[in-house]
Protein backbone atom coordinates (compact mmCIF):
# COMPACT_ATOMS: atom_id res chain seq x y z
CA UNK A 1 0.00 0.00 0.00
CA UNK A 2 1.57 3.29 -0.63
CA UNK A 3 0.19 6.12 1.01
CA UNK A 4 0.27 9.52 -0.50
CA UNK A 5 3.12 12.54 0.15
CA UNK A 6 1.17 15.08 1.63
CA UNK A 7 -1.44 12.87 3.91
CA UNK A 8 -0.05 12.60 7.18
CA UNK A 9 0.27 9.06 7.99
CA UNK A 10 0.01 7.61 12.09
CA UNK A 11 1.12 4.43 13.31
CA UNK A 12 4.42 2.30 12.63
CA UNK A 13 4.35 1.92 8.80
CA UNK A 14 7.40 -0.88 8.96
CA UNK A 15 5.22 -3.00 11.18
CA UNK A 16 4.63 -6.25 9.34
CA UNK A 17 2.93 -8.64 11.34
CA UNK A 18 -0.50 -10.20 12.95
CA UNK A 19 -2.90 -7.91 13.88
CA UNK A 20 -6.80 -7.28 13.79
CA UNK A 21 -8.88 -6.18 10.87
CA UNK A 22 -9.72 -2.79 9.88
CA UNK A 23 -13.69 -3.43 11.12
CA UNK A 24 -12.06 -4.59 14.79
CA UNK A 25 -9.47 -1.13 14.73
CA UNK A 26 -12.41 0.82 13.79
CA UNK A 27 -14.65 -0.35 16.89
CA UNK A 28 -11.75 0.26 18.95
CA UNK A 29 -11.51 3.70 18.30
CA UNK A 30 -15.10 4.88 18.79
CA UNK A 31 -15.48 2.77 21.69
CA UNK A 32 -12.60 4.79 23.36
CA UNK A 33 -13.74 7.91 21.95
CA UNK A 34 -17.03 7.49 23.81
CA UNK A 35 -15.57 6.54 26.59
CA UNK A 36 -13.12 9.56 27.03
CA UNK A 37 -15.43 12.18 25.43
CA UNK A 38 -19.49 10.87 26.26
CA UNK A 39 -20.75 14.28 26.21
CA UNK A 40 -18.57 15.66 23.10
CA UNK A 41 -16.36 14.40 20.50
CA UNK A 42 -17.99 10.85 21.47
CA UNK A 43 -21.74 11.89 20.50
CA UNK A 44 -20.79 13.37 17.25
CA UNK A 45 -17.92 10.50 15.87
CA UNK A 46 -19.37 8.49 13.31
CA UNK A 47 -18.61 6.24 10.48
CA UNK A 48 -20.57 6.61 7.53
CA UNK A 49 -21.61 3.37 6.16
CA UNK A 50 -20.98 2.87 2.18
CA UNK A 51 -18.59 -0.04 1.69
CA UNK A 52 -20.27 -3.31 0.91
CA UNK A 53 -21.79 -4.58 -2.46
CA UNK A 54 -25.32 -3.24 -2.98
CA UNK A 55 -28.02 -3.97 -6.15
CA UNK A 56 -27.80 -1.27 -8.31
CA UNK A 57 -31.10 0.17 -7.73
CA UNK A 58 -30.21 0.35 -4.15
CA UNK A 59 -26.89 1.81 -4.62
CA UNK A 60 -28.21 4.86 -6.77
CA UNK A 61 -30.88 5.22 -4.25
CA UNK A 62 -27.94 5.63 -1.51
CA UNK A 63 -26.00 8.46 -3.67
CA UNK A 64 -29.45 10.00 -3.85
CA UNK A 65 -29.68 10.13 -0.15
CA UNK A 66 -25.89 11.31 0.06
CA UNK A 67 -24.13 8.57 0.17
CA UNK A 68 -20.53 9.37 -0.81
CA UNK A 69 -17.93 6.94 -2.14
CA UNK A 70 -15.03 6.67 -0.64
CA UNK A 71 -15.92 8.69 2.52
CA UNK A 72 -13.66 7.75 5.61
CA UNK A 73 -14.25 5.76 8.52
CA UNK A 74 -13.73 8.56 11.13
CA UNK A 75 -15.34 11.38 10.34
CA UNK A 76 -15.84 13.93 13.26
CA UNK A 77 -17.54 17.30 12.82
CA UNK A 78 -15.54 20.42 14.04
CA UNK A 79 -13.83 23.29 13.30
CA UNK A 80 -12.03 21.83 11.09
CA UNK A 81 -13.37 18.25 10.38
CA UNK A 82 -11.46 15.73 11.44
CA UNK A 83 -11.00 13.27 8.49
CA UNK A 84 -9.48 9.36 9.37
CA UNK A 85 -8.91 6.53 6.93
CA UNK A 86 -7.87 3.86 9.13
CA UNK A 87 -6.11 0.91 8.18
CA UNK A 88 -4.68 -2.12 9.36
CA UNK A 89 -1.67 -1.97 11.84
CA UNK A 90 1.01 -3.79 8.46
CA UNK A 91 -1.03 -1.59 5.91
CA UNK A 92 0.35 -4.21 3.79
CA UNK A 93 -2.49 -6.54 4.68
CA UNK A 94 -4.78 -3.48 3.66
CA UNK A 95 -6.31 -2.17 0.22
CA UNK A 96 -7.68 1.42 -0.80
CA UNK A 97 -11.39 0.78 -1.60
CA UNK A 98 -12.27 2.91 -4.66
CA UNK A 99 -12.40 6.32 -3.83
CA UNK A 100 -10.95 6.69 -0.67
CA UNK A 101 -7.88 8.25 -1.58
CA UNK A 102 -9.76 11.43 -3.18
CA UNK A 103 -12.23 11.65 -0.76
CA UNK A 104 -9.10 12.34 1.37
CA UNK A 105 -7.55 14.72 -0.99
CA UNK A 106 -11.12 16.17 -1.41
CA UNK A 107 -11.91 16.77 2.40
CA UNK A 108 -7.64 18.12 2.84
CA UNK A 109 -8.50 20.72 -0.17
CA UNK A 110 -11.86 21.37 1.48
CA UNK A 111 -10.06 22.45 4.64
CA UNK A 112 -10.67 19.11 6.89
CA UNK A 113 -7.82 18.01 9.28
CA UNK A 114 -6.71 15.18 7.30
CA UNK A 115 -4.87 11.70 8.15
CA UNK A 116 -4.36 7.90 7.81
CA UNK A 117 -4.09 5.85 10.78
CA UNK A 118 -2.56 2.31 10.87
CA UNK A 119 -4.82 1.00 13.89
CA UNK A 120 -6.73 2.16 16.58
CA UNK A 121 -4.07 3.42 18.71
CA UNK A 122 -2.67 5.57 15.81
CA UNK A 123 -6.21 6.67 15.44
CA UNK A 124 -6.35 7.99 18.68
CA UNK A 125 -3.00 9.54 18.38
CA UNK A 126 -3.77 11.12 15.13
CA UNK A 127 -7.42 12.59 17.33
CA UNK A 128 -5.51 13.76 20.04
CA UNK A 129 -2.78 15.61 17.64
CA UNK A 130 -6.19 17.31 15.76
CA UNK A 131 -7.32 18.47 19.58
CA UNK A 132 -4.01 20.06 20.42
CA UNK A 133 -3.45 21.41 16.76
CA UNK A 134 -7.33 22.88 16.45
CA UNK A 135 -8.66 23.18 20.30
CA UNK A 136 -5.73 24.02 22.18
CA UNK A 137 -7.80 26.89 24.73
CA UNK A 138 -10.03 23.44 25.77
Not at 1 to 18: C, L, Q, S
Request: with cysteine.
Amino acid sequence: MKFPDNIAVYGVVDYRGECPREYFEQKAFFKRIRMRYPETWGKIALHPKNEGKREFRKANAEKAEGLTAGASDIIVPGDPTFVCEIKRQDHTQSKWQPNQLEYLHAAQKAGAWVCIALGADAAIDAFEDYLGDCYKAE
